[in-house]
Nanobody
């Protein structure tokens, strides 16, 4: 049984930082590309950042330079370091891997 469990969300002021984690089980983690998505209220789910099994990275334009995705294959965990957070980053953040596995999401709220 595949499980993706996100953690690390919370409430932070603009300009602050958070680090999200996604712990995976039931997959050969090192073989999988891992992706962070987010969904704000009333909006479609959007890709935030992705890291391939060869550690190649991709970022949405809106977060490039502020967010960093990384992975630790020994811990079966993918991370999203989010710096200089903005109110528009407020969303539920989801971890995803193929062929269609999703975590339950973790809420990030950026507000003063």
């Amino acid at each position: 049984q595949v499980q993706l469990v996100e953690s690390g969300g919370g409430v932070v002021q603009p300009g602050g930082s958070l680090r999200l984690s996604c712990a995976a089980s039931g997959i050969i983690f090192s073989n999988n590309n891992m992706v962070w998505y987010r969904q704000a209220p009333g909006e479609q789910r959007e890709l935030v950042a992705a890291i391939a099994r060869d550690f190649a990275r991709h970022y949405a334009d809106s977060v490039a330079g502020r967010f960093t995705i990384s992975r630790d294959n020994a811990k079966n965990t993918v991370y999203l370091q989010m710096n200089n957070l903005k109110p528009e980053d407020t969303a539920v953040y989801y971890c995803h891997t193929h062929p269609g596995y999703w975590g339950q999401g973790t809420q990030v709220t950026v507000s003063s």
